[in-house]
């Protein structure tokens, strides 16, 4: 096994190789810049650990056990929804169900600290949100950026603090001013992660759909593409039109399929059976 998987007992006590445990990610504020990647297929997972990234975002869909699968040895995040588990016991049953399932880690959001405080008492890592969550933009004023002033700023501290103190290990700054964030960064144990938030924190995170050029909605002013897929894909699908246009000419046109696509039954066989068929249509 390669020197930079440790082995491990997962949480839910399978034996495996990880990248990183929650240790070696706190030691590495500061010292390390992270990278952290959400993912929504095997392959996409795939893809990023081959590459080297260092921790994993994904969802507890149906396709998780197959994520978890495909990058079984990167450090991997999974979300708890908390609309379908608004209460604590909902909320503890999910939470263990996706430990159960594979996940390293957890990510809460910033819903509800009392919550959070409660599943730390379980040793159960988790990260949490603070800055533009999509979910709670009605108490910002929309979809806009967050800490732009004082005020906000000062409401960004509170949160971060609130959240250390439930036992998190990390934190995602999401749309929040680059020098802001620097400061944040000092002051907090917590390991930030910046997205759209610049590069003062301890890991940069994004999405696959963005980093590919596939992305869902419009695309995201802090987001970067490092490849095209949507242009991939159109063009695949411009193939697989083309192919289908050709396979129905050639049957048209009787070039498909050839005897290399067909099977020959042997001469001395095919008259047997033509005797056969001859004498039963006769006795008929």
């Known amino acids: 096994?390669?020197?930079?998987?440790?082995?491990?007992?997962?949480?839910?006590?399978?034996?495996?190789?990880?990248?990183?445990?929650?240790?070696?990610?706190?030691?590495?504020?500061?010292?390390?810049?992270?990278?952290q990647v959400r993912v929504t297929t095997p392959q996409e997972a795939s893809a990023a650990e081959e590459a080297g990234i260092d921790l994993l975002l994904t969802g507890p869909g149906p396709e998780f056990s197959k994520i978890r699968k495909a990058a079984a040895k990167t450090f991997m995040t999974v979300g708890v929804p908390f609309?379908?588990?608004?209460?604590?016991?909902?909320?503890?049953?999910?939470?263990?169900?996706?430990i159960e399932a594979g996940a390293d880690s957890l990510m809460c959001q910033n819903w509800n600290l009392d919550w959070?405080?409660?599943?730390?008492?379980?040793?159960?890592?988790?990260?949490?949100?603070?800055?533009?969550?999509?979910?709670?933009t009605t108490w910002i004023g929309g979809i806009r950026s967050f800490g732009k002033t004082a005020e906000e700023a000062l409401e960004l501290f509170k949160d971060i603090k609130d959240i250390e103190n439930t036992g998190a290990w990390g934190i995602e700054v999401e749309l929040v001013p680059q020098n802001i964030l620097a400061e944040l960064t000092k002051i907090t144990s917590l390991v930030t992660i910046?997205?759209?938030?610049?590069?003062?924190?301890?890991?940069?995170?994004?999405?696959?759909?963005?980093?590919?050029?596939q992305s869902k909605i419009q695309f995201p002013r802090h987001a970067k593409k490092y490849s095209n897929f949507d242009k991939i894909l159109q063009n695949l699908q411009r193939e697989r039109v083309s192919a289908f246009k050709e396979f129905k000419s050639e049957v048209k046109r009787n070039k498909f399929p050839t005897k290399k696509h067909s099977i020959l039954l042997e001469k001395k066989e095919l008259l047997n059976f033509k005797k056969f068929l001859k004498t039963k249509k006769a006795s008929n």
């Open 83 to 98: 609309i379908q588990n608004p209460s604590k016991r909902d909320a503890t049953k999910k939470a263990f169900e996706i």
């Open 1 to 35: 096994m390669h020197k930079k998987y440790k082995r491990v007992f997962s949480i839910n006590n399978d034996l495996g190789y990880r990248n990183y445990t929650v240790r070696d990610i706190i030691e590495l504020k500061g010292k390390r810049k992270l990278t």
């Open 194 to 213: 910046s997205i759209g938030s610049g590069n003062a924190a301890d890991a940069q995170f994004l999405f696959a759909e963005d980093i590919l050029g």
């Open 116 to 136: 959070m405080a409660h599943l730390s008492k379980f040793r159960i890592p988790f990260q949490s949100h603070v800055g533009f969550i999509p979910r709670r």
